[in-house]
């Protein structure tokens, strides 16, 4: 089985879980990292055995010559450093969000049309227990689809880098956690018509966990409001001012709903249905003093081929992205970008770009035109 040689563009802390489940895949051969510091580069290939390091990333990709590459740099370099990795002919593994702004986002999108190379971008969210959950989102367990909700907040980033600095982030809370919750939402309910949403900087001093003090420039509160297929409206949040961490989605039907978890707040599994119609695939639980809740009796398992690198090795192979293509994180991207708009001008914003349900969603379930 011939491997896939994959590259790192980026050091920085981020990409350690890449480079931990590359390790872990026989598919994968780790070849080369960048860094624009040397010794910083020179040590992440020291600690997981990567055999070239470099300052150059143009050089890299000319002397390397990867199939692959991870994009790991700050927001505001994804697009260039995506391009010219499209460009010098590898797949690219992009980390969130896209782009700072959706006319690079579509130019990123466009170079991997252009030299017919995947593009895979992050947010990813297609962990084995939230594909699970599609089983359940069907009209016979809780009825129509009514509204949705999706939340990624938690008290922010924990040290005093570029995250915090608009220069070089261009945008905080939104870019940073907001794609998540979009995206996870926008999966499942399909594409987004139009939005309202309210942004602002409501901690412009912070107190770090270490005890320095800084002054942000960037936002870290966040509401989206959006109206989907049939009318129907869902809500996203993007804080990085809670004190714990919220990371969940729940899709609410008209006589149950669907509570998926990506923390432990709750102690609960990672999948609970409400529903007064249980399979015998699902056990009953309780949850939050809610009547009729169930979770599958077997939970799926994660695994590293079903992690972000073991997904992305797996497109390369297939020669296409089944689940989360550019296509989809262009819509959310506009999502993103609009969102910014509606908070700085006060008017909803139409959404354009089109999306692709991808999944085995019933055709009905948003289509109010019989007695429910």
Not at 208 to 220: C, E, F, H, R, Y
Not at 292 to 313: A, H, N, Q, R, S
């Amino acid at each position: 089985m011939k491997k896939i040689r994959l590259a790192y563009l980026g050091a920085g802390e981020i990409s350690d879980r890449f480079m931990v489940q590359a390790k872990q895949l026989p598919a994968a051969e780790l070849c080369a990292v960048f860094s624009r510091n040397i010794k910083n580069a020179a040590a992440k290939a020291k600690k997981y055995s990567i055999p070239a390091y470099y300052n150059d990333y143009k050089k890299m990709l000319k002397e390397i010559k990867p199939d692959a590459v991870i994009v790991t740099s700050p927001h505001s370099l994804h697009a260039r450093h995506t391009i010219d990795c499209l460009n010098a002919g590898c797949h690219v593994l992009c980390e969130k969000p896209m782009a700072t702004s959706f006319k690079e986002a579509q130019a990123m999108a466009d170079a991997a049309k252009k030299n017919k190379k995947l593009l895979m971008v992050l947010p990813f969210d297609q962990y084995p227990h939230y594909l699970a959950s599609f089983d359940l989102i069907k009209e016979k367990y809780i009825g129509k689809l009514v509204s949705a909700h999706s939340e990624l907040s938690f008290p922010g980033p924990p040290r005093n880098n570029w995250y915090y600095d608009k220069k070089t982030a261009k945008g905080g809370a939104m870019l940073d956690v907001g794609c998540y919750a979009l995206s996870r939402m926008i999966t499942i309910m399909g594409g987004v018509k139009r939005i309202s949403a309210f942004s602002n900087m409501l901690l412009p001093k912070r107190i770090l966990a270490d005890g320095q003090k800084i002054t942000p420039s960037v936002d870290d509160n966040n509401v989206i409001i959006m109206e989907f297929e049939g009318g129907v409206f869902g809500t996203a949040k993007a804080m990085w001012q809670h004190p714990y961490v919220e990371n969940r989605t729940v899709i609410y039907g008209r006589h149950g709903a669907v509570y998926i978890h990506f923390d432990s707040v709750d102690d609960a599994p990672g999948i609970v249905v409400q529903t007064k119609s249980p399979s015998k695939g699902l056990k009953k639980i309780k949850y939050r003093n809610l009547a009729d809740c169930y979770t599958p009796v077997d939970m799926p398992k994660w695994g590293p081929e079903y992690d972000i690198m073991g997904k992305f090795l797996e497109f390369i192979s297939a020669g296409k992205v089944v689940s989360y293509d550019a296509i989809q994180s262009l819509h959310i991207m506009e999502v993103m970008d609009k969102a910014y708009a509606s908070a700085k001008t006060g008017k909803a914003q139409i959404i354009n770009t089109p999306f692709r349900v991808w999944w085995d969603k019933e055709k009905t379930i948003q289509k109010f035109n019989s007695y429910v």
